[in-house]
């Protein structure tokens, strides 16, 4: 049986140009097997052109409203399962003003105190609505709601590191969630004053996102789903497919995949690490998961590609772009091998 891998990785390539490099010199980044895979690999453009959009590509059973991304999760962590509890996503984020502007960052990370004094704060406000925001750890709050909420929303990998002004909540319930987010900002700004050691940079604000009602099932042709996110575990449970956390490389997914089942199949691999680190304006961050995606994965991935044990790889990033590379692809030799660099830029120029 064939063994493909299908890697979902935004944010890999970004867009730059030579004359527009950032604040980050490219030019000590030396990642050979990545290069390689890349510049051997087929190129295809996808309509698929976006994070979403590519998620759905891979499932099918979804409407065309967004990603229920808050009852995904709360589906993988096992809460409430009711006709009387909606889930969204209610991330702490923190709001950076200037002058003209408001641009969602993610926040430094409290300790574990700070963060349940801010909660307790809120569901003692939120409980004239009976709505409760549930902790699942520092990054990811979740707000349960007696009733749907007629909003969309933005998802949180779209917004990091943007003006919120035009990526707020939209639709008929709108106005009511705008004055609950600055209510919520308000609430935490006076709480976080009776705090001490409050370290800067930290939660001042909430993003609600991820709205919608869980499908009863999905389908997918991938077997093996890999990804620390919660909602793409809720997904492989409503798909009826397996679904393990986001291993340290490739040599070890690889190992789990044979304990559990068969490394023969087809492997989702998600990870947003690079997406979030860039938008974020955390160039070293996205430096350091470039390296470890170098070490842990591209490079035993050219291995187990020469040797047969990997029949095929895509790599799609989430912006149209998706490379394809196979034992054969490998071997075309007027495809040369070029820089990392020079693939970042020859992308943007």
């Known amino acids: 049986m064939a063994s493909r891998l299908y890697f979902i990785l935004p944010g890999l390539i970004p867009h730059i140009t030579r004359q527009h490099q950032g604040p980050l010199s490219l030019a000590s980044l030396q990642s050979p097997a990545l290069s390689k895979c890349l ?17 759905k590509s891979y499932v099918a ?24 509890a909606h ?40 409980a004239q609505d009976n709505c409760q925001i549930v902790m699942h750890n520092a990054q990811q709050w979740y707000l349960r709601t007696p009733h749907s909420p007629q909003i969309s929303c933005n998802a949180l ?10 990526l707020l909540p939209s639709g008929p319930d709108a106005p009511i969630w705008h004055r609950l987010l600055t209510e919520c900002q308000m609430l935490i700004e006076n709480t976080r004053r009776g705090l001490t050691d409050m370290p800067p940079l930290s939660i001042n604000g909430l993003w609600f996102w991820g709205n919608g009602p869980c499908p009863q099932q999905l389908m ?8 620390d996110e919660p909602y793409i575990k809720g997904i492989a449970q409503l798909a009826q497919r397996s679904s393990q956390a986001l291993p340290k490389g490739l040599v070890a997914l690889m190992q789990l995949a044979q304990t559990h089942t068969s ?11 690079c997406h979030l680190s860039w938008q974020s304006g955390d160039y070293l961050g996205w430096q350091a998961t470039i390296e470890a995606y170098e070490q842990n994965w591209f490079t035993p991935l050219l291995d187990l590609i020469s040797a047969n044990t990997i029949d095929e790889a895509v790599i799609n990033l989430a912006d149209g772009r998706e490379y394809v590379l196979n034992k054969h692809y490998l071997r075309y030799f007027w495809r040369k091998n070029r820089k990392f660099t020079d693939l970042i830029y020859s992308q943007g120029a």
Not at 39 to 55: G, H, Q
Not at 220 to 227: A, M, R
Request: net charge negative.
């Open 263 to 273: 490394v023969s199949g087809e492997h989702l691999i998600f990870d947003l690490q």
């Open 61 to 84: 059973g979804f409407d065309q409203h967004e990603l229920p991304i808050g009852a995904l999760g709360a589906l993988a962590h096992q809460y409430e399962q009711s006709q009387s």
């Open 39 to 55: 510049s051997k690999a087929k190129l295809l453009s996808w309509r698929a052109n976006n994070i979403e959009a590519v998620i």
């Open 157 to 166: 990998w779209e917004c990091i590191g943007r003006e919120i002004h035009d």
């Open 220 to 227: 997918s042709n991938i077997e093996y789903f890999w990804s």
């Open 87 to 126: 889930w969204l996503r209610a991330d702490p984020i923190y709001l950076q003003a200037d002058h003209q502007h408001v641009y969602c960052q993610p926040p430094k990370q409290l300790p574990d105190p700070m963060l349940q004094t801010l909660v307790a704060a809120l569901n003692q406000f939120l």
